[in-house]
């Protein structure tokens, strides 16, 4: 699945999107947002104040217990600041 | 009904003439257009405006459609600009078109409230002391949850 990173999270990451292949058990979003911090020390920092990230699938608002599977995409960003 | 992301800065006037064109029906329009600010306390030279292109547009749809029912408007327009702009410039505007002023008011207030917590921008503000991410601020929140008692959305 890709991932997409915004705002503050792409720069801390130093990528705005990534192909990922999460293993069998990461079922929702916040075991995407584990997996991802498990894996990689600059998404460990990135997501260190998770309950603040906000994330879309496949273009819809979700929560962090919204499963993913089947998702194509999944973006990931911080509080949003339009108008 | 209209939703139009652009890096490109608008006239506000111009908008409001071309919306109003041909609609003798309506009696009211209520529009809010949104500028860069820099005040001496907190200078901004230029505001930069990040986006997901996708979920902006369809957010704001959603927001317009809901705010069309919910206030029976007669139409309704939004125009939201992404990229660099310098202070001053146009941010945003919205059109509420009604019959009567009160659902003209209404929408716009509606749509941006919404629209400040719940379409995927992000601000970053350039000013004498470099760059910085804009937080967001918990009163947004209040004012869009104000819309959430009696109907949802």
């Not at chain 2, 019959?99 to 716009?108: E, L, M």
Request: hydrophobic content about 45%; charged content about 25%.
């Amino acid at each position: 699945m890709k991932v997409l990173y915004f705002a503050w999270l792409r720069e801390r990451l130093n990528k705005g999107e990534e192909e990922v292949a999460p293993p069998e058990g990461v079922a929702t979003v916040a075991d995407l947002i584990d997996w991802l911090a498990a894996n990689d020390e600059a998404a460990a920092l990135a997501f260190e104040d998770r309950k603040i990230i906000r994330a879309a699938l496949d273009e819809e608002l979700v929560e962090h217990q919204t499963p993913i599977a089947g998702a194509r995409t999944i973006a990931f960003f911080p509080p949003m600041t339009g108008g | 009904m209209f939703v139009r992301l652009q890096s490109a800065p608008f006239d506000p006037g111009a908008e409001i003439a071309g919306f109003l064109k041909g609609r003798e029906d309506t009696g009211a329009l209520v529009t809010f257009t949104g500028t860069v600010r820099s005040t001496p306390g907190k200078p901004v030279k230029t505001l930069t405006l990040e986006h997901y292109p996708a979920l902006a547009q369809k957010q704001i749809a959603r927001f317009a459609t809901q705010a069309m029912a919910r206030f029976g408007l007669a139409d309704i327009a939004v125009i939201h600009r992404f990229g660099t702009m310098n202070r001053g410039e146009v941010i945003v505007m919205v059109l509420a078109l009604a019959a009567h002023r009160q659902a003209a008011f209404d929408g716009a207030n509606y749509l941006m409230d919404w629209l400040k917590t719940d379409a995927p921008f992000w601000k970053r503000e350039a000013g004498p002391d470099g760059e910085t991410w804009v937080a967001a601020k918990a009163e947004d929140d209040t004012a869009r949850d104000k819309w959430k008692t009696g109907r949802e959305g």
